[in-house]
């Protein structure tokens, strides 16, 4: 298998491809071409599909927020080593993971958190769902 290629959500935009349907015959999502207008700091592999009618994202550039719902082919172990591999290098800290049929990647950046969950699929695809949001800051202890 050939490891997922990166394409930034950011910069000057991002294009990768959108869910149109399924494809029976081929036993997977069937996808076409389209620039998404979202922009930001969290890297996607180059074949991911995004699921627009699960998709929520609010805001643009590196302080967008929302959901972001996935399909991604490839072996569960690799998809999730992408991820864990390839936000760090966004500047996103890893703080917590989990890997199991429903692995959890949990990272934080200035102020704000992203949970990378994924669970595998059908047909040797990856269901992933990406959600971004304000990071929780303990309330200041009073004296």
């Known amino acids: 298998m050939v490891a997922p290629r990166e394409t930034e959500v950011g ?6 491809t959108l869910q149109t349907g399924y494809n029976v015959a081929a036993g997977r999502p069937q996808a076409a071409t389209g620039c998404a207008a979202q922009k930001g700091d969290v890297p996607l592999p180059q074949d991911a ?3 627009q009618q699960d998709t929520l994202v ?7 927020m929302g959901r972001l719902s996935l399909s991604v082919a490839g072996e569960p172990q690799s998809v999730f080593a992408w991820f864990s591999d390839s936000l760090p290098g966004a500047s996103w800290t890893l703080t917590s993971s989990s890997f199991s049929k429903l692995s959890l990647l949990t990272f934080t950046k200035a102020d704000r958190m992203a949970t990378v969950q994924m669970q595998g699929g059908n047909f040797g695809g990856n269901e ?7 990071a929780v800051r303990p309330a200041a202890t009073r004296p």
Not at 128 to 134: E, F, M
């Open 128 to 134: 992933v769902l990406i959600t971004l949001a304000p």
């Open 11 to 16: 910069g000057i935009g991002w294009c990768t």
């Open 49 to 51: 599909i995004i699921k």
């Open 58 to 64: 609010m805001g643009s550039g590196s302080t967008w």
